[in-house]
């Protein structure tokens, strides 16, 4: 099976702009969840998405908004960028829990830099 | 509260000794799954190991095993006859109860083998 797959892997945008983010997920894999990673922050957890439904939401501002297609594949947008945005955003997949926890499947994610 | 703290930022073990990397948890649900993860400089987030919190037993998987101890609420992680290829920053992770997918990371633990 192809492992989670996160496009692009290097991102390098200007204070202000937008920037959109792609996560293909396992093939079978429902659940699709996004995370912030930074040096001074450590991993933080930004949505969960579902079968197409946001069922987690993390501490982030508006700005920060995600979807999630039919296909399971999901994208992540974040707009007015700020510097302090700059981070590694971690895409992972799970197959739905059910009576036994499954674990997040991480892709290579995305290295965003704000200038 | 933290939901997950590692309190190691840094450890360093001898190629072929074994090393425990320290995780506390805190939570109220009585239902939660405890995860490791690694991840080496690339960037990958790989996942180790997985206990639940009514497993009767410690977790194992190859060189890794997880001590278990649930009324100290603690997850250590036990990696046996440490390799180079060991070196890589250590996440702690918890996620609890039966609704959503959010993982709680800790702020890692760098382990350092040397040959």
């Known amino acids: 099976k192809a492992g989670v797959t996160q496009t692009p892997r290097y991102l390098i945008k200007t204070r202000g702009q937008q920037v959109t983010l792609s996560c293909s997920p396992i093939s079978g894999h429902r659940s699709v969840s996004w995370y912030q990673q930074t040096p001074g922050q450590g991993l933080q957890f930004l949505f969960e998405?579902?079968?197409?439904?946001?069922?987690n939401k993390g501490n982030f501002p508006g700005r920060f908004s995600g979807r999630q297609f039919s296909n399971s594949r999901s994208e992540m947008n974040v707009s007015t960028l700020e510097l302090g945005d700059s981070a590694l955003y971690l895409c992972a997949s799970s197959s739905d829990p059910g009576q036994k926890y499954s674990p997040l499947h991480f892709g290579n994610g995305t290295r965003l830099t704000v200038t | 509260a933290q939901k997950i703290t590692q309190t190691q930022p840094g450890m360093f073990v001898q190629e072929k000794e074994a090393v425990t990397l320290d995780c506390t948890y805190d939570t109220s649900d009585p239902s939660y799954g405890l995860f490791w993860y690694k991840q080496p400089s690339s960037g990958e987030m790989i996942f180790l190991i997985y206990?639940?919190?009514?497993?009767?037993q410690n977790a194992t998987e190859g060189r890794y095993s997880l001590n278990f101890q649930k009324a100290r609420k603690s997850a250590n992680l036990v990696i046996s006859a440490s390799q180079l290829g060991d070196s890589a920053m250590y996440f702690c992770a918890m996620r609890e109860g039966w609704t959503g997918n959010q993982f709680y990371f800790g702020t890692g633990t760098s382990l350092t083998v040397i040959p």
């Open positions: 998405y579902f079968s197409e439904t946001q069922r």
């Open positions: 206990q639940g919190s009514y497993d009767q």
